[in-house]
């Protein structure tokens, strides 16, 4: 069946540091890709998608590129800030097969 | 725009009793979605509903039920109440069918003594 697998975490890094967060899926057909976020005490949020092979998302400084071969949607950001410590979900909806990754924590210190 | 609103907040229930959680989507989503976020186990896909009909459910038993209105608004009820069924539950709501982002409420968080 269709499944996500995302690093675990904690991943805990320095301010301005670079982040990158693996992300692969099995999923029969061509599914939408998704990152979302969860702030500390807030709820669960579209942080950005990919719809189509080669499509790159990208929101607030992060990126993320769906790529078929490699059935991997790793999201990256070049300089971390304090403000971007949450937990971070990969998911995938294929055709109403809903799919979460188990989420990494990411905690930026100054 | 208001976003997802679930209620109650908090719902504590005894094994063996029923338990009904209510979601109302963003205003013009028609897809609803249910989700279990127990601890250690991310978000568990349970129910889509789109236009008043099931479209899909996941890998949960018949106890987990539940129906859209026809306002769009959505009830997920559990039957039967085990223990391992507290958890964080959460609802979505996306305009149209699939493959639509979604956009989630606080959740209820249900506790079974």
């Known amino acids: ?110 | 725009e208001a976003g997802v609103t679930q209620s109650p907040t908090h719902l504590i229930k005894t094994r063996g009793q029923q338990a009904t959680l209510r979601c109302s989507p963003i205003s013009g989503h028609t897809s609803v979605y249910w989700y279990q976020q127990a601890l250690g186990l991310g978000l568990q896909f349970l129910l889509w509903y789109d236009e008043g009909e099931e479209r899909n459910r996941g890998n949960f038993p018949p106890r987990f039920s539940g129906r859209q209105f026809p306002n769009y608004s959505s009830e997920l009820n559990v039957n039967a109440l085990e223990l391992e069924d507290s958890a964080l539950y959460l609802c979505a709501s996306s305009l149209g069918q699939s493959r639509k982002p979604q956009h989630f409420g606080d959740g209820t968080r249900l506790s079974i003594l």
């Open chain 1, 1 to 110: 069946g269709d499944s996500v697998t995302q690093m675990e975490g904690p991943v805990t890094l320095s301010e301005e540091a670079f982040l990158t967060i693996n992300c692969t899926y099995t999923a029969t057909g061509y599914p939408s890709l998704f990152w979302y976020v969860q702030y500390p005490g807030e709820g669960l949020q579209l942080l950005l998608k990919a719809t189509k092979a080669d499509d790159k998302g990208s929101n607030k400084g992060f990126e993320a590129t769906y790529r078929k071969e490699t059935t991997s949607f790793h999201l990256e950001k070049g300089s971390v800030q304090v403000s971007d410590s949450a937990v971070y979900f990969c998911a995938l909806d294929s055709w109403g097969k809903f799919q979460f990754g188990a989420g990494t924590q990411v905690v930026v210190t100054p």
